[in-house]
């Protein structure tokens, strides 16, 4: 069964069951199959006409009443097609692409499956070029439902008062590299910023990672960092590692009060600060000498 235009929402039914599915178009959905056919399978459909999964995407041996988790999108005739394929991201979520090619109508973005993803010329905050990454959004047009993409993310981002607590744990996309920092959503929801002094670590757009809310400020902007600031609470905390760190290496470290941050890095993932707090702190101890070349455990 193929369809010439979007499928209308079918009210027939003599299956209850079937009729009280419910398919997500841009989402994953187990649906079973109900029919067989030399070019494929057909899996039920809910509100739409039973979807064809083509043949390629049919796991073998897989039979009719199987139930088979499959993506549900357009294809290039906007008819619903199932896949089994992984799309590099599902609608309503943050996903850095590379655009394949750009025309008259757009940019097209590889996500995986074989219908491009449109970035309508309207929906680019810069005008995109072929071969380069972008971050952007997959929402549904309303007019015919297919499945489309924009680099303004801005707009889609949750503009009710972010209710986080310091040192909560995070999922985070970086998006964007600035003068200050590097700009991260938040579960897929916030934006925030990472400042520079605030990573020990190499970052790069697009990359999906755990970090943590170091403060919601009062203009509702959000502070992140990479670690977890309940992991120690003050320099003094961090001063056990320090000396552990110094005992698993004969008593020395290359390090000091006048090292580089990258420099630190190397031992630590933490910041020059809350090092320099901790040595001086171990210093007045007389637990460690400070030297021009390192650090070294006291006799």
Not at 74 to 85: F, K, M, P, R, Y
Not at 164 to 193: C, F, K, P, W
Request: proline share 4%; net charge positive; with cysteine.
């Amino acid at each position: 069964m193929t369809n010439d235009s979007l499928p209308e929402i079918t009210t027939e039914s003599s299956d209850t069951e079937a009729s009280n599915l419910h398919v997500k178009i841009g989402h994953w959905n187990t649906l079973k199959i109900i029919r067989e056919k030399p070019f494929g399978v057909y899996v039920e459909g809910g509100q739409y006409v039973d979807i064809l999964l083509p043949k390629r995407y049919v796991p073998k041996d897989s039979k009719i009443g199987d139930a088979l988790k499959v993506f549900i999108y357009l294809d290039s005739n906007d008819d619903v097609i199932a896949t089994t394929e992984r799309p590099k991201a599902i609608l309503g979520e943050f996903a850095c692409l590379k655009a394949e090619e750009v025309n008259q109508v757009g940019a097209f973005l590889d996500w995986g499956l074989p219908k491009q993803l449109l970035v309508p010329f309207s929906e680019q905050k810069v005008r995109m070029r072929e071969g380069q990454y972008y971050v952007v959004y997959t929402y549904q047009e309303d007019r015919n439902w297919r499945i489309v993409a924009s680099s303004k993310i801005e707009k889609f981002l949750d503009q009710r008062p972010p209710r986080y607590e310091s040192g909560e744990e995070v999922s985070l996309m970086i998006t964007d590299r600035t003068d200050i920092g590097y700009m991260a959503i938040i579960n897929n929801r916030h934006q925030g910023v990472i400042f520079h002094n605030d990573i020990h670590q190499s970052v790069r757009m697009g990359q999906k990672i755990t970090g943590y809310i170091k403060r919601v400020r009062a203009d509702q902007k959000i502070d992140l960092c990479l670690q977890n600031p309940k992991s120690y609470k003050s320099a003094g905390d961090f001063s056990q590692q320090i000396l552990e760190k110094l005992a698993a290496n004969n008593g020395f470290l290359p390090i000091h009060d006048k090292s580089t941050p990258e420099e630190i890095n190397q031992y630590f993932k933490t910041s020059k600060r809350v090092f320099k707090m901790a040595i001086g702190g171990l210093y007045k101890e007389r637990k460690i000498i400070i030297s021009k070349d390192g650090i070294r455990l006291a006799d």
